[in-house]
């Protein structure tokens, strides 16, 4: 059932309320936990509320990756990324890639990410977004990490340099944002492709049909939390127990029942990021 209390569990809240609990457990692979306006508790309990066990709230930056890192250690249902955001790279220094290497053994930290190119935004140069993914493609490579992925109107490119550089084992693109014809090249490479709340939107199409073709075992979901909340909440704030609107609408899109999608997502989380 629907609850018409918000997440901080009252009337009226700027959150949406509650959707219907999914009937097998999910888990929300990319979120920033830092930017939600609820403590982290409040937040863990409204996704457990709806099926929606675990996270992985997602560095951009130093600080903020060492809150997630900080996080992951303090609630057990959290496990943490770390990286500088492609947008965050302008003069990158070893030594910030080096801090963002030793975090990276943490145990809580299963990611290496976000990181990438963002060619949408000219926040930093090509050059400097460059040299930090390729850096931190090593980083996943060494600590055994998965690469999580931020890629924005860079296809080519994120697609070149993961070959030439050799891509880890595990790799996500976060917020997969390319078409059918990108789906069946990134499925041929074993990368999975994590759809965020934008599938549901109206003008998405070729975002469903890049999910349509998307092998199911190579699929997993998404806040990006607070950004990006699925419909029927678009321009609200998003959080990790708003999943189970966006599962539902993959299920439709993947011609699966909701259980099934679930199952899936779980086993590739577990696949990529290890066990709980």
């Given at each position: 059932?629907?609850?018409?209390?918000?997440?901080?569990?009252?009337?009226?809240?700027?959150?949406?309320?509650?959707?219907?609990?999914?009937?097998?457990?999910?888990?929300?692979?990319?979120?920033?936990?830092?930017?939600?306006?609820?403590?982290?508790?409040?937040?863990?309990?409204?996704?457990?509320?709806?099926?929606?066990?675990?996270?992985?709230?997602?560095?951009?930056?130093?600080?903020?990756?060492?809150?997630?890192?900080?996080?992951?250690?303090?609630?057990?249902?959290?496990?943490?990324?770390?990286?500088?955001?492609?947008?965050?790279?302008?003069?990158?220094?070893?030594?910030?890639?080096?801090?963002?290497?030793?975090?990276?053994?943490?145990?809580?930290?299963?990611?290496?990410?976000?990181?990438?190119?963002?060619?949408?935004?000219?926040?930093?140069?090509?050059?400097?977004?460059?040299?930090?993914?390729?850096?931190?493609?090593?980083?996943a490579k060494s600590t055994g990490?998965?690469?999580?992925?931020?890629?924005?109107?860079?296809?080519?490119?994120?697609?070149?340099?993961?070959?030439?550089?050799?891509?880890?084992?595990?790799?996500?693109?976060?917020?997969?944002?390319?078409?059918?014809?990108?789906?069946?090249?990134?499925?041929?490479?074993?990368?999975?492709?994590?759809?965020?709340?934008?599938?549901?939107?109206?003008?998405?199409?070729?975002?469903?049909?890049?999910?349509r073709v998307a092998p199911l075992?190579?699929?997993?979901?998404?806040?990006?939390?607070?950004?990006?909340?699925?419909?029927?909440?678009?321009?609200?704030?998003?959080?990790?127990?708003?999943?189970?609107?966006?599962?539902?609408?993959?299920?439709?899109?993947?011609?699966?029942?909701?259980?099934?999608?679930?199952?899936?997502?779980?086993?590739?989380?577990?696949?990529?990021?290890?066990?709980?």
């Amino acid at each position: 059932m629907t609850s018409s209390r918000g997440i901080d569990g009252s009337r009226g809240s700027s959150f949406p309320p509650l959707p219907e609990r999914l009937p097998v457990e999910v888990f929300d692979s990319h979120c920033h936990l830092d930017l939600l306006d609820v403590p982290v508790p409040r937040a863990l309990a409204a996704a457990h509320a709806v099926g929606v066990r675990r996270v992985l709230t997602i560095g951009v930056d130093l600080s903020s990756s060492s809150w997630s890192a900080e996080a992951g250690r303090e609630h057990g249902d959290v496990y943490a990324g770390v990286a500088m955001h492609p947008n965050e790279t302008t003069g990158i220094t070893d030594d910030v890639l080096r801090d963002i290497a030793v975090m990276a053994e943490l145990p809580q930290v299963r990611a290496v990410g976000e990181t990438g190119l963002d060619y949408y935004r000219d926040w930093a140069p090509l050059e400097d977004q460059q040299r930090s993914f390729r850096a931190h493609i090593e980083i996943a490579k060494s600590t055994g990490k998965t690469l999580v992925i931020h890629d924005r109107e860079a296809h080519d490119d994120v697609l070149r340099i993961l070959a030439e550089e050799g891509a880890p084992d595990k790799v996500v693109f976060h917020c997969f944002s390319g078409d059918a014809t990108m789906a069946k090249e990134c499925a041929a490479k074993g990368y999975v492709m994590s759809f965020a709340g934008n599938v549901t939107f109206k003008n998405a199409a070729s975002l469903r049909e890049a999910l349509r073709v998307a092998p199911l075992e190579l699929v997993l979901v998404e806040t990006d939390a607070p950004f990006l909340t699925p419909m029927p909440h678009r321009g609200k704030p998003n959080a990790s127990y708003l999943i189970p609107l966006t599962v539902r609408s993959m299920a439709e899109v993947k011609q699966v029942d909701v259980a099934e999608m679930c199952a899936a997502i779980a086993a590739t989380g577990e696949r990529l990021f290890g066990p709980w």
